[in-house]
């Protein structure tokens, strides 16, 4: 069993900074596709970012050059530096983990993130 538990989030006035991690526990970290995604109130789950096991990025083009993830396998950790925050990226941001060849998907529990205007 594979838990993920996020952390950084807050309240952020725009144009503000903050840094989203994410700790995931058991042994198969190195091995998986990192994510982070989103949800506003009213809209559906996106994805913002994502990391492959070999250190691919891709992001959602909106927050294309203002948003860096980054991953730690010696600590099992997944970061989203977020920078140039607006209020639209106001949501609640979720880690998930996903191991294609074992069709392994984890989520955690995500964290808040309020970008006042």
């Known amino acids: 069993q594979v838990q993920l538990v996020e952390s950084g989030g ?3 006035q725009a144009g503000g900074s903050l840094r ?3 700790a995931a526990s058991g042994s198969i970290f ?3 596709a990192m ?3 989103r949800q506003a109130p009213g809209k559906q789950r996106e994805l913002v970012a994502v990391i492959t096991n070999a250190g691919s990025t891709n992001y959602l083009e909106s927050v294309k ?3 860096t993830i980054s991953r730690d396998n010696a600590k099992n950790t997944v970061y989203l530096q977020m920078n140039s925050l607006k209020p639209e990226d106001t949501a609640v941001y ?3 983990l996903h191991v294609e060849m074992y069709n ?3 989520w955690g529990k995500g964290t808040l993130v309020t970008v006042s205007s």
């Open 10 to 12: 807050g309240l952020v």
């Open 94 to 96: 979720y880690c998930n």
């Open 20 to 22: 989203l991690s994410c």
């Open 30 to 32: 190195s091995i998986a």
């Open 35 to 37: 994510g982070w995604f």
């Open 104 to 106: 392994m998907d984890y």
């Open 65 to 67: 050059g203002r948003f």
